[in-house]
């Protein structure tokens, strides 16, 4: 199995004094939290917080703000800014129609990953960033060779490099939840999707009997 961060430790090896453009696709503030602190040390990034799947519309609001309050509170080697896209939520009902069903972590999931990171690669492509990547690997109910290979792929679509990253190892995960408790930031117990939070839903129902 390709050891996702491995490659990056080398990538950022071979930098030296350069400091490339990422825009850095994320999903909350608390994924990207430890995400943005290891980054900002190479690369001058941009946090593109593009979500249709988040469910309802204040969820998405209620994490765009958090977002942009950590990077504004969040002491960063070099300047980190965020873009907060429209949401339409009607952009991922139309991807994943037909696979309401199925549960989390299979083929609904991965057509989200394609749709938000295809839309990071094409804006990347069109602003004359030199890279592109996503903080969804560093869940761990997330999964980073699925990423990595979409990244790939999109590289090859569109005129920009994707950043082989996978966030979950030297304990990323764990800085995130430090991070988290240290700024306070909100945490939700759900991916963003209407489907993700009905299974929590469900997982806490279980719990409670």
């Known amino acids: 199995m390709e050891n996702y961060q491995k490659q990056l430790d080398r990538l950022v090896a071979e930098l030296g004094d350069k400091t490339p453009s990422l825009l850095?696709?994320?999903?909350?503030?608390?994924?990207?939290?430890?995400?943005?602190?290891?980054?900002?040390?190479?690369?001058?990034?941009?946090?593109?917080?593009?979500?249709?799947?988040?469910?309802?519309?204040?969820?998405?609001?209620?994490?765009?703000?958090?977002?942009?309050?950590?990077?504004?509170?969040?002491?960063?080697?070099?300047p980190v800014s965020v873009i907060v896209d429209e949401y339409d939520a009607d952009e991922f009902y139309s991807a994943v129609k037909g696979m309401e069903k199925l549960p989390e972590g299979g083929e609904r999931c991965f057509v989200c990953y394609r749709l938000r990171l295809e839309r990071a690669a094409r804006y990347a492509a069109e602003h004359g960033f030199d890279y592109f990547c996503s903080t969804l690997s560093i869940s761990p109910l997330k999964n980073a060779a699925k990423l990595n290979e979409i990244g790939q792929e999109l590289s090859e679509i569109y005129p920009v490099q994707h950043l082989?990253?996978?966030?979950?190892?030297?304990?990323?995960?764990?800085?995130?939840?430090e991070l988290s408790h240290e700024y306070g930031l909100y945490r939700q117990n759900y991916c963003g999707c209407v489907f993700s939070k009905r299974e929590a839903a469900e997982r806490e129902a279980c719990r409670a009997e």
């Open 24 to 78: 850095l696709h994320s999903c909350c503030a608390p994924c990207s939290s430890y995400c943005i602190e290891y980054l900002s040390q190479y690369f001058a990034v941009t946090i593109l917080y593009y979500n249709p799947n988040i469910a309802p519309e204040e969820e998405f609001f209620k994490r765009a703000a958090e977002q942009q309050r950590l990077v504004a509170e969040m002491p960063l080697k070099n």
């Open 164 to 177: 082989p990253s996978d966030f979950k190892k030297k304990n990323g995960y764990k800085r995130s939840i």
